[in-house]
């Protein structure tokens, strides 16, 4: 069960990321050609694979109580701030991600920018625009899979959910060759957060030296708890939004 | 000098975040649930209520902020 959702969480995280990536470059390769940003993009790919093979395996030489506190701390950040931000969102006192904006922003800049050519790269501005926008969003995907080496055969299976995401949306994106503005991101995003709190609760307080009633099926028990308490927190920061604000929306 | 500030920078915020006060009570929690255990005393109930804690905090922060 417990792998299963891991798997969930690295798709959706995956998926999330790479919808944000994708507008990047699909921005910038309807706008100024292909070649550039494809070459941005394959070294954005071996840089992750590289950080994923070479600390993945490295993880396993630390002993697992002092891997799963640090790794558990470190998936909590990453859950509360991405909660933190799909709360903000659904209780309206954040903006919704907008990927056609994104995507008008980007080829206006796109656009502007001249062309210059540095070794084999036809345009230096496509391939670094694509490539930062492709190893940063794909660097928290990477480190999300890594960590889930905290628990046996998680790699793979992160890996795994990971891979198919990505499969997924750039079969989408090469269909659409747009932004990907219908999937639904905040309740994606809602969703990886709850995932990365949870696991980050129960391995980290379980290298703290906690022991969770039950084993790993408390895992289930937290989940449920992390999402009551996040939907809870939505309802009540609607409430505390301004009367006008909320009749706007 | 520089570059090495941006790196440093740059890793801050991707481990941090914006709301550093998150990162302080994770610390701060496992920390008491470490003592807790130690002292024989079972804390597995502990990091659940500073979660939920620490995202009300966050989300109170940000909302004052905005």
Same mark, same amino acid.
């Not at chain 1, 889930?148 to 055969?153: M, R, S």
């Not at chain 1, 659409?176 to 999937?183: F, Q």
């Given at each position: 069960m417990s792998l299963l959702i891991l798997f969930l969480a690295a798709f959706a995280a995956s998926a999330v990321e790479m919808v944000e990536a994708l507008t990047i470059v699909v921005a910038v390769g309807v706008t100024r050609g292909w070649r550039s940003p494809m070459w941005g993009v394959g070294v954005a790919f071996v840089a992750l694979g590289g950080i994923v093979a070479v600390l993945g395996p490295a993880l396993t030489l630390i002993p697992i109580s002092a891997l799963r506190l640090v790794v558990g701390a470190l998936l909590l950040v990453f859950g509360l701030q991405w909660l933190r931000k799909a709360i903000l969102r659904a209780s309206g006192w954040k903006a919704l991600h907008d990927e056609d904006e994104i995507f008008a922003r980007e080829r206006e800049a796109a656009r502007a920018a001249g062309r210059e050519r540095r070794g084999a790269i036809d345009d230096w501005f496509s391939f670094t625009v694509s490539f930062k926008g492709v190893f940063l969003e794909g660097l928290e995907v990477a480190f999300i899979v890594i960590s889930? $080496? $905290?628990?046996? $055969?998680g790699v793979p299976v992160a890996a795994a959910g990971a891979t198919l995401a990505l499969v997924m949306v750039v079969v989408t994106g090469f269909v659409? !060759? $747009?932004?990907?503005? !219908?999937?639904p991101e905040n309740a994606l995003k809602f969703a990886v957060g709850t995932m990365l709190t949870t696991f980050g609760t129960f391995w980290a307080a379980e290298g703290a030296g906690a022991h969770w009633p039950g084993g790993d099926a408390a895992i289930l028990g937290v989940l449920g708890f992390v999402v009551l308490v996040s939907l809870v927190f939505v309802r009540v920061a609607r409430g505390l939004r301004p009367a006008a604000a909320a009749v706007a929306a | 000098m520089n570059a090495l500030r941006r790196f440093g920078a740059f890793w801050w915020d991707f481990v941090v975040g914006d709301d550093w006060v998150v990162a302080v009570g994770i610390v701060l929690g496992l920390g008491g649930v470490a003592l807790l255990e130690h002292a024989g005393i079972p804390a597995w109930w502990l990091l659940p209520l500073v979660v939920a804690a620490l995202l009300a905090l966050s989300l109170r922060r940000a909302i004052r902020g905005s």
């Open positions: 889930f $080496g $905290g628990t046996k $055969g659409v !060759r $747009g932004p990907l503005s !219908r999937v | -």
